[in-house]
């Protein structure tokens, strides 16, 4: 079982990496499509809507159930409880209970160092736009190696952060990066899902570092590099 907050079909982003991954373990494992149970745009802030999604995989049969979003955590740590014999793997949480419940992420914070870099190289003032999900330890980590990899080649390099309060939402994100280029940025990067702010920067002719997907579709002629992950290793 699968759940996902957005829906990988439209490639905009973190869905769809992750979804990526799935494609890889479903290949390595041998398994066919119909073992694998998607469940595409649960919102991760729907307690009810997410907990639903995780019954009707275990409904179907699931042995395990990826969960690949932040806000899916409570509801694994109560449905592991209720279901002892199906793992419950959660992404990018905190919480396990050793046994059916775990949480798992990657070193994301080690490529958003690389991605300042190019950040620093390329900007040719020392303003620089973030945008952020929430203000979680996930993010802060992000944007901190970003800025120290800017740092480490543009001494001078100062960064402004704002927060959208939403992992996946492509309008407050746009609107977000559009609030960071009017405050004088020159340069846009993001920890958030969808090419909202790419597509910003692109009206604008700013450039941008883009997460989770190589965003030149969005932003053909000011995408400079994203940070992102294979999930398939895990």
Same mark, same amino acid.
């Given at each position: 079982g699968v759940i996902h907050i957005g829906n990988p079909a439209d490639g905009s982003g #973190?869905? #769809?990496t992750h979804d990526q991954g799935i494609v890889a373990m479903q290949k390595a494992v041998g398994l066919e499509d119909d073992q694998i149970i998607r469940k595409n745009n649960v919102a991760d802030d729907d307690q009810t809507a997410i907990e639903t999604a995780?019954?009707?995989?275990?409904?179907?049969?699931c042995q395990i159930i990826f969960a690949t979003s932040w806000g899916y955590m409570d509801a694994c740590e109560a449905l592991a409880e209720e #279901?002892?014999?199906?793992?419950f793997s959660h992404a990018t949480g905190y919480k396990s209970n050793g046994v059916n419940f775990n949480n798992y992420f990657?070193?994301? #914070?080690?490529?958003r160092y690389l991605?300042? *870099?190019a950040a620093g190289l390329k900007t040719e003032s020392n303003k620089i736009g973030y945008v952020g999900a929430y203000p979680y330890a996930e993010v802060i980590s992000g944007f901190t190696s970003f800025f120290l990899g800017a740092r480490s080649v543009c001494p001078e390099a100062h960064m402004e952060v704002t927060y959208t309060n939403s992992w996946a939402s492509f309008d407050l994100e746009k609107e977000a990066a559009e609030a960071l280029i009017a405050d004088g940025c020159?340069? *846009?990067s993001q920890h958030a899902d969808t090419t909202g702010a790419p597509t910003a920067c692109e009206a604008a002719g700013v450039p941008c570092v883009g997460y989770n997907i190589d965003m030149t579709s969005g932003a053909p002629n000011t995408a400079l590099t994203s940070a992102s992950m294979d999930w398939g290793v895990y």
């Open positions: #973190y869905s #769809y995780m019954r009707e995989c275990v409904e179907e049969g #279901y002892p014999d199906v793992i990657g070193r994301i #914070y080690q490529s991605t300042g *870099i020159v340069l *846009i």
